[in-house]
């Protein structure tokens, strides 16, 4: 069914101090992944300074005759769209990109300026539109990247950026985009806080108390912000307890020879770590995670993959085996096809990193046909796993810390959180040691949150995903781990219908999608939902193509 349109002017956004209840969310029994406490505040914070009661700007006088396109969100998702658009279709539409953040494009993964944070993967395996897949490595020859940074070629081969220097290319990629000549993208520097339906048309309602008409919402809110575990909560104003690991100032000012607690073992953890160990404050570090897993190693050699032929296996076929295991509608039946076709590759000499990526590369092809109860399954018990070989650490943080663990600096635990309290000046924390293991009590001068990403991407925190969820035009996929959309990324509401004007893209989709959470896969899915985009507007890309060839 397809939403057409609400009731006339309905508007759904949130005032300061309104209250949010379980009851408004429509949220379906999520037994351990339950992502809504029994009531929420969210304040409508401004993001700068505007007038009481700013003047609205008058819709269609600078922008007449073009399709009206509204990105909330202005990380990389939401760049890669008004790229992706802009490159596809720039001089028939207006793009209004909605972002808080001064530069369109970092967003809270590649904000950071620390020199030891780097991508996790190596620099051909990023990009911002398809269609310009080299746009990276062509940028980093212009701007003296990699002459600037000798340590950015790993011994394995592989080239592994910072990650402040790929959010420098993709804000160029950005304002390049919106100084080609007919082309309309603008950044409005606000936070959205909701939406005024009227018809076909949706007004975007920002902080500052302006309006957007757009006959296209795009919703690339990406990634929620770090939210501290339940157990801490009580701590949650403490100095001592570092919510946000992105904090530099915080990490920054912990005095000498402190002793760390960091609460997660992945690839924030792996950040945080080389962060401390560079300030050379003579830190003890622990990491503390359920299982004690660490993200797995790139290869000793990385092959020579263009991006275009990553792009082209993304959108590859998906292996026989797996086609398979996908007729048992088990995800065990799938992990088992999939560790047996790694032992068969590892046994006739190959990497196992191969098989694995096979089948990585078109999980968002796999994971819409599994039952919402195998998901749920794979999501509590196997996704901890999984996710261990997915994301794997840059080889220049794995050898600083690996080096430290051997001297004595860091130490990796498995064990359950099970209390946290006050002792003097410090904290103390205890866990209770995975089967075998043995309970620990300890006490820290610091914890950092390192728990990584949230299944609600954000939706606590983000007022404009908490007002569309008890609107209901946004609901919780069936899995808990982002919002139902279609395959086209229109979002479901709690009544079924889809809205036809609404796309969602990006790691809030990877419930229904699976993995639009690496950036190439991002870029992928799209310039997948791009012509479906296009062609509600009415619009062709023919003109853009035409003049590409």
């Avoid at 309006?211 to 990634?223: E, K, S």
């Avoid at 992990?335 to 590369?361: K, P, Q, T, Y």
């Avoid at 709690?494 to 809030?508: A, C, I, T, W, Y």
Wanted: glycine share 10%; charged share 25%; proline share 6%.
């Amino acid at each position: 069914m397809h939403r057409r349109g609400v009731r006339r002017g309905t508007r759904y956004h949130l005032r300061p101090g309104a209250r949010i209840h379980d009851r408004d969310f429509g949220t379906p029994n999520m037994h351990r992944h339950r992502l809504l406490a029994a009531s929420l505040t969210i304040e409508a914070v401004s993001y700068r300074e505007r007038p009481a009661n700013p003047s609205p700007p008058r819709p269609g006088v600078l922008d007449e005759g073009r399709a009206r396109v509204v990105i909330v969100g202005g990380g990389y998702t939401g760049a890669a769209v008004a790229v992706q658009l802009a490159n596809a279709v720039g001089e028939r539409i207006a793009i209004t990109i909605v972002e808080p953040r001064e530069e369109v494009g970092c967003g809270m993964a590649y904000s950071t300026r620390d020199p030891d944070h780097r991508l996790n993967g190596p620099l051909d395996n990023h990009l911002l539109d398809p269609a310009r897949a080299d746009g990276l490595r062509e940028w980093c020859a212009r701007e003296g990247v990699l002459t600037a940074d000798r340590d950015a070629q790993a011994a394995n081969g592989g080239t592994y950026v910072r990650r402040g220097d790929f959010g420098r290319f993709v804000a160029s990629a950005v304002r390049e985009a919106a100084a080609r000549p007919g082309t309309s993208l603008r950044h409005h520097r606000a936070m959205a806080l909701g939406v005024e339906c009227a018809g076909k048309v949706t007004h975007v309602i920002a902080s500052d108390g302006t309006r957007f008409p757009a006959d296209m919402m795009l919703i690339a809110t990406g990634n929620g912000t770090p939210r501290l575990p339940t157990l801490f909560s009580r701590f949650a104003g403490d100095s001592r307890v570092i919510v946000n690991p992105f904090d530099a100032e915080a990490l920054g000012t912990l005095r000498a020879a402190s002793r760390i607690l960091l609460v997660g073992s992945g690839l924030t953890a792996m950040d945080v770590t080389a962060t401390l160990l560079r300030h050379g404050k003579r830190h003890r570090i622990d990491a503390l995670s359920r299982h004690g897993l660490r993200p797995a190693a790139h290869r000793e050699r990385v092959p020579d993959l263009s991006p275009l032929t990553l792009l082209e296996r993304i959108e590859g076929p998906v292996p026989e085996y797996a086609l398979h295991a996908l007729g048992a509608r088990s995800m065990r039946a799938l992990s088992r096809a999939l560790r047996e076709r790694i032992a068969g590759s590892v046994h006739a000499g190959a990497d196992w990193r191969e098989a694995f990526d096979e089948l990585r590369n078109v999980v968002w092809q796999v994971w819409p046909r599994v039952p919402a109860a195998e998901k749920r399954r794979f999501l509590r018990h196997l996704r901890i796993h999984y996710d261990t070989y997915r994301f794997r650490v840059p080889p220049q943080t794995r050898a600083r810390v690996e080096s430290a663990e051997r001297n004595g600096e860091v130490g990796f635990h498995a064990g359950r959180l099970v209390g946290i309290a006050a002792n003097g000046d410090a904290l103390r924390i205890e866990w209770k040691g995975r089967a075998g293991g043995h309970d620990s009590s300890h006490d820290y001068d610091a914890i950092v949150n390192c728990t990584g990403l949230e299944a609600d991407c954000g939706a606590r925190s983000n007022p404009f995903l908490a007002s569309l969820l008890a609107a209901g035009l946004l609901r919780h996929d069936d899995c808990g781990f982002g919002f139902a959309v279609d395959a086209q990324c229109r979002p479901i509401g709690r009544d079924g219908e889809v809205s036809s004007n609404m796309r969602l893209v990006g790691p809030p989709s990877a419930g229904t999608h699976g993995d639009p959470l690496g950036v190439i896969f991002i870029a992928a899915q799209v310039r997948r939902v791009l012509p479906g985009v296009v062609a509600a507007l009415g619009l062709s890309t023919a003109k853009r193509e035409a003049a590409a060839n």
